[in-house]
């Protein structure tokens, strides 16, 4: 069985390297942080204190960290884990970043003899704790074969969707604006229904089982109307920076995202009055500048 490591233990690392242990992996992990590591050593995992120590002990690594230049750092750089994996390692990039750094980082691998797996994905804190994450993972096959039973530890659905790094990050990009659009067309409709004196619970209610009901919708949904703003495992900062992402590669493709855009303003606002906040903190922007707010049992000025 392979040895694996996950670098970044927050809401999302976390539970990569608890379905790791569950499934028997040895897992080593490294973070910044002494209370997550703490936490990830609790649940079985070995701690490491540098990303060369980790390299040298694993066999694959789940990189999930917030943003391409730290993913850069812990890979690339000169105790990165390039320098110290065996030949025939593989790092697996989980973390979202831009689908341009994801492909220096594949080139600046090539030759080492180090696989890169770029892999982000999809499915929040609750997917991350329960291993049900979507994968968009893009690699040659025959790497994908060597570490499926690794990528499935923490994962229900892995799409091959390309060989090579960038490919997967440029699918992600794309689910992000759709999701973004999603959140921020129910934060409005919410506060819409507290302004017009609607019952949070009938709302939820009928937009669940109707065409417009899905995951995201349904949990953003649920989250405002119980007044949780806070501590769900999807802080606004990384959904606000998945926007960035997928608006700074629609620049790039020159493709117009009037939608997407007008999700990134919201969640701007959101960001700047709330930074600590999760996702749905937005909807209390909103509702500040109507005068009501959509609880479960009723709207309230």
């Not at 096959?141 to 990050?169: C, K, N, W, Y």
């Not at 619970?201 to 009928?206: I, K, M, P, S």
């Amino acid at each position: 069985m392979k040895t694996t490591g996950v670098i970044g233990l927050g809401d999302m690392g976390s539970g990569l390297a608890k379905n790791l242990i569950t499934n028997g992996f040895e897992t080593f992990g490294l973070d910044l942080d002494a209370e997550r590591v703490a936490a990830f050593t609790a649940m079985g995992g070995k701690a490491t204190k540098t990303a060369a120590q980790m390299g040298a002990a694993c066999d694959a690594v789940f990189v999930m960290v917030m943003n391409g230049e730290q993913a850069k750092d812990v890979i690339l750089g000169c105790d990165g884990l390039i320098s110290h994996m065996a030949k025939g390692a593989a790092v697996i990039l989980t973390a979202t970043i831009k689908p341009s750094e994801a492909k220096y980082i594949a080139k600046a691998m090539h030759g080492s003899g180090i696989h890169l797996i770029d892999a982000p994905v999809s499915g929040g804190f609750p997917g991350a704790q329960s291993g049900n994450l979507t994968m968009m993972a893009a690699a040659p096959d025959p790497v994908l074969d060597e570490f499926q039973t690794v990528m499935e530890a923490v994962s229900a659905t892995i799409h091959r969707i390309g060989q090579t790094g960038g490919e997967g990050q440029t699918m992600k990009a794309c689910l992000q604006s759709l999701i973004g659009s999603i959140f921020s067309a129910t934060f409005e409709a919410a506060v819409l229904a507290a302004k017009a004196g609607i019952s949070g619970e009938h709302l939820f209610n009928v937009i669940s089982t109707s065409g417009a009901g899905c995951g995201v919708a349904n949990t953003a949904l649920e989250n405002i109307i119980d007044r949780r703003f806070a501590g769900t495992g999807s802080n606004i900062n990384t959904m606000h920076k998945d926007l960035t992402i997928a608006l700074n590669l629609a620049e790039q493709l020159e493709v117009p995202m009037h939608t997407a855009s007008s999700a990134m303003q919201i969640f701007h606002a959101g960001k700047s009055k709330y930074p600590d906040g999760d996702n749905w903190a937005c909807t209390r922007v909103i509702e500040d500048i109507v005068g009501a707010e959509l609880h479960r049992t009723g709207a309230r000025p």
